[in-house]
């Protein structure tokens, strides 16, 4: 789960073109001679739908996008006839209703039946107006053995006839608009996936949820208990890695749409109208994560895990990249939750671990020098590979030492090890395995780590080995109480 580095070209919708102008710039800027799958391959009728049309006119065209097609026919059959001529794998998404995957020279392309009597018909079953926007791939013939050709009375969107930009629902308004807004409420409902979508899209394209919008997801995000759980994360996961995800997640937990997921994350107190707070970008207090009953703190928790954040602490690019994310989760979700989505017990461990650490910092203003060594130690080895996690959700003044710390894979307390290994222990002190010699390892790693011991492992093995005969001594003293 990385952050990845949004693409950026030149919005055509700024450009202000007819739609026709508009049809003829979106394939210059998708370039589909290109693409693996040859357009002469699909049958007549054929079009782009979906994020690649969108991200295409909005400037953010990925080098290599995922392809959603709809074509007039069987999209399995479809998908596995072009696998087997062009040597892709296919995927089987959805039988009943003729959904593929077909995985080509590293592109993803899912293929889909359409729906309804046609293409107009299709786009209006779906769930926001920027998704609903169609480019036709193929010309149409002419007749009744050709019924694309009904598409061209477009109503509300214009078609051109040599295959032009269908728009019934108004999507390229508000693209232009800057703004987010459902078809119908009916269409969320459909699938409520919907309505954690339509949050992450909002925050991932820097636009604004039209009021209805928003108010058909607040109203309904109980519905959301009813999804797959790994779609859910899947959705979560795909927000935090987005530049603004932290205050999207933020408005996840105002909406209360995880309310059936994790009992913390109820809408008690949030914002009636579900809007972002006014002071969304206030400095919330540094401590434990938010318990039930507090979600107004959480919403500031998470609307200060921004870009600006990490930078101010001295995360790098690549620092950034995974430890945003992961201090995004941490923050809105604990194990039990994760689980319950079906995460990886990875990520689950990686939460947890930190949401320890941070609430029991956040008793101590957020200071971990000010633990007991055992408990420091403790710290450093749980969380050794994500740390710069951490240093997010804590306050900036420790950070910049800490991190500098961190890098250095010698540093004795930031990467904790035993000076001697337990092999050569053995060997020079006559010691059997055991619980014994583990012991002794825990005490020689904790003397080096606190500077009672020679940094460098192998360094000044004399001075260790004193340490360690006087340790067993001491231990083999036996006590009276």
């Not at 596995?80 to 001529?85: F, H, Y």
């Not at 046609?118 to 779906?126: A, E, G, K, S």
């Not at 360690?468 to 003293?477: D, N, S």
Request: overall charge neutral; aromatic content about 4%; charged content about 20%.
């Amino acid at each position: 789960m990385h952050m990845l580095q949004q693409p950026r070209q030149r919005p055509i919708l700024a450009a202000g073109l007819p739609v026709d102008q508009l049809a003829k710039a979106l394939r210059l800027r998708l370039a589909p001679a290109g693409w693996p799958l040859p357009l002469a391959a699909l049958p007549a009728g054929s079009v782009l739908v979906g994020g690649a049309v969108r991200d295409a006119l909005l400037g953010r065209l990925a080098l290599r996008p995922d392809l959603d097609l709809v074509v007039p026919g069987n999209a399995v059959a479809l998908a596995r006839e072009l696998a087997r001529q062009l040597g892709g794998v296919v995927v089987v998404l959805d039988a009943e209703r003729s959904i593929a995957r077909l995985v080509l020279q590293g592109w993803t392309i899912d293929l889909a039946r359409r729906m309804g009597a046609n293409l107009q018909q299709d786009l209006l079953r779906r769930d926001y107006t920027a998704n609903a926007i169609a480019l036709q791939l193929t010309a149409t013939g002419d007749g009744p053995e050709h019924p694309e050709a009904a598409l061209l009375d477009c109503g509300a969107g214009l078609m051109d006839s040599n295959g032009g930009l269908l728009d019934p629902s108004g999507g390229l308004e508000d693209l232009a608009a800057g703004r987010l807004r459902a078809i119908s409420e009916a269409n969320l409902l459909d699938d409520p996936l919907r309505l954690l979508r339509g949050v992450r899209l909002a925050w991932e394209l820097g636009f604004r949820l039209e009021a209805t919008s928003l108010g058909w997801i607040c109203q309904h995000g109980a519905r959301l208990g009813h999804v797959a759980g790994e779609r859910v994360l899947a959705e979560l996961e795909r927000l935090a890695v987005a530049p603004l995800g932290g205050g999207g997640l933020a408005q996840v937990v105002d909406t209360g749409l995880l309310a059936s997921w994790c009992d913390e994350l109820s809408p008690a107190g949030a914002p009636a109208s579900c809007e972002k707070p006014a002071n969304q970008g206030a400095a919330a207090r540094q401590g434990a994560p938010a318990r039930s009953g507090e979600p107004v703190i959480l919403h500031q928790h998470l609307a200060k895990l921004r870009l600006e954040a990490a930078a101010e602490r001295g995360l790098s690019e690549a620092e950034t990249a995974w430890a945003l994310p992961l201090a995004r989760l941490a923050c809105m979700l604990d194990g039990q939750s994760l689980a319950r989505l079906k995460s990886s017990r990875r990520l689950q461990l990686s939460c947890q671990r930190l949401r320890h650490w941070w609430q029991r910092l956040g008793a101590l203003g957020g200071d971990p020098d000010a633990l007991p060594e055992e408990e420091r130690l403790s710290l450093q080895r749980q969380l050794e590979g994500e740390l710069p996690a951490l240093a997010l959700l804590l306050d900036a003044g420790w950070a910049p030492i800490a991190l500098a710390r961190w890098r250095d894979p010698a540093d004795p307390l930031f990467h904790p090890r035993a000076p001697l290994d337990g092999a050569s222990l053995q060997a020079r002190l006559a010691l059997k395995p055991g619980p014994r010699l583990g012991q002794l390892l825990e005490h020689l790693t904790r003397e080096r780590a606190f500077g009672r011991l020679p940094a460098e492992p192998g360094e000044n093995v004399a001075e260790t080995l004193v340490e360690a005969r006087h340790w067993l001594a001491k231990e083999a003293v036996p006590r009276h109480g």
